[in-house]
Nanobody, 134 residues
Framework: EVQLQASGGGLMQTGGSLRLSCVYS????????????IAWFRQAPGKEREGISC????????YYRDSVKGRFTMSSDDAKKTVYLQMNNLKPEDTAVHYC???????????????????????WGKGTQVTVSS
């Protein structure tokens, strides 16, 4: 069973940095079997959930939505079964509940990040609140 747990949210001022962590279980990036996408999403009050970034195991690459490119970096440590989201130069519009998610449909997840459209994910962890004050 795939499980995910995000942490690391908090209150920051504009221009500050935060690093989110997501501990996962039920799959591994080094598995020769099924491919997975593990991703970060966020949802602000009154807005739709949107994808931030993902890592896909079939190609080992990281994908980002346009609005966070150059500011956010997603990385993974399979030994610790943890993925990270380093968020720099935070803006008030980054304020949202941030979620870690996973899916076996790696192509769909890549499309979510590239297009900015939300296609859903199969596995979700509980969110962590990020608040950026102006």
């Amino acid at each position: 069973e795939v499980q995910l747990q995000a942490s690391g949210g908090g209150l920051m001022q504009t221009g500050g940095s935060l690093r989110l962590s997501c501990v996962y279980s039920g799959f591994t990036f080094e598995d020769d079997g099924e491919d997975y996408a593990i991703a970060w999403f966020r949802q602000a009050p009154g807005k739709e959930r949107e994808g931030i970034s993902c890592i896909t195991t079939d190609d080992g690459r990281t994908y980002y939505r346009d609005s966070v490119k150059g500011r956010f970096t997603m990385s993974s440590d399979d030994a610790k079964k943890t993925v990270y989201l380093q968020m720099n130069n935070l803006k008030p519009e980054d304020t949202a509940v941030h979620y870690c998610a996973a899916d076996v449909d790696v192509a769909k997840t890549r499309t979510t990040m590239r297009s900015g459209l939300y296609y859903g994910m199969h596995y979700w962890g509980k969110g962590t609140q990020v608040t950026v004050s102006s």
